[in-house]
């Protein structure tokens, strides 16, 4: 007869038991995609590279970089941290529908690290982010975009940008745990990417803004990382100076580490009460 496996007790084995739990979840939500190619392509091909082309081609025409540039240059980086900003509905969808199925407390009832379930959605997920940042890249170079400032700033761009991604992922963790319940609530609540994406600069510079407007924009965390962005790929800003536009990738990194801060804290809490 197999008994129940042992509990590490030591820092180092409980860290590698954690580890190595989080990582077969990891898999596990790889493995739900290999199964459902369909929805990987639709979302991390598709979409971006239409919205792009349609931007770049179909409105680009009409829009012009406030200083001066191309618009296609100027529109990649914002294309980028959309991608991240979208990456909140995939995440609350998942895990909302494992909280509704009784898939979570199921894992929350065996012998395994009580943080591999969350800690194995966010790997999960930030492979699916770097998987939809090479694709976008490629559809940028192939429109004609290209870093200006040589690779390691580009690197760091994208650094940033999945940094942006990884503290949204916590807010649809949180999310997710909170309204799974009901799923009309999730459907609304996906929504809150719309607001976050499209009152920033991803598109339209926030010079060229009505200045209440451009005020509500330029602090939007989004925004910080498309002008960080912008300025370490050598791409047109389009923004009107001000203390957070000079200081957009000092910026770029503590608006994530807030938002990591607080909604991190709030998924673990939420989790451990999950059905409660």
């Keep these: ?5 042992a509990i590490p007790r030591t820092i180092l084995s409980r860290l590698g038991w954690a580890i190595a739990d989080a990582w077969v979840i990891t898999l596990r939500d790889l493995t739900h995609w290999a199964r459902q190619p369909g929805a ?3 979302s991390t091909l598709l979409f ?3 919205i792009v082309l ?7 025409g009409a829009m012009t970089v406030p200083g001066g540039g191309d618009y296609r240059d100027f529109l990649m980086p914002g ?9 909140i509905g995939a995440t609350l969808t998942a895990v909302s529908a494992d909280a509704a199925r009784g898939v979570t407390d199921r894992f929350r009832s065996m012998p395994m690290a009580a943080s591999a379930v969350i800690t ?6 930030m492979l699916n982010s770097v998987a939809a940042l090479v694709v976008l890249a490629g559809c940028g170079l192939g429109v004609g975009w290209q870093p200006h400032r040589g690779l390691a700033p580009a690197l760091g761009a994208f650094g940033l940008l999945l940094l942006l991604r990884f503290a949204f992922l916590w807010i649809g963790v949180y999310l997710g745990l909170t309204f799974y319940a009901n799923p009309e609530a999730v459907t609304a609540v996906r929504t809150l990417e719309f607001p976050i994406g499209f009152f920033g600069n991803p598109f339209v510079a926030v010079s060229a803004m009505p200045a209440w407007l451009g005020d509500i924009a330029q602090w939007n965390p989004l925004s910080s990382t498309v002008s960080a962005a912008r300025q370490l790929f050598g791409d047109p800003i389009g923004a009107r100076p001000s203390w957070i536009t000079y200081h957009a990738v000092l910026m770029a ?5 807030l938002l990591i801060a607080v909604f991190l804290p709030l998924s673990l809490h939420r989790y451990r009460h999950l059905s409660r």
């Design 1 to 5: 007869m197999i008994g129940t496996p």
């Design 40 to 42: 990987v392509i639709a």
């Design 48 to 50: 971006p590279i239409m």
């Design 54 to 60: 349609m931007f770049g081609y179909l409105l680009g």
């Design 79 to 87: 294309m980028f941290a959309m991608t991240m900003v979208f990456g």
């Design 120 to 125: 194995g959605r966010a790997a999960a997920d």
């Design 253 to 257: 990194v503590a608006w994530p580490l």
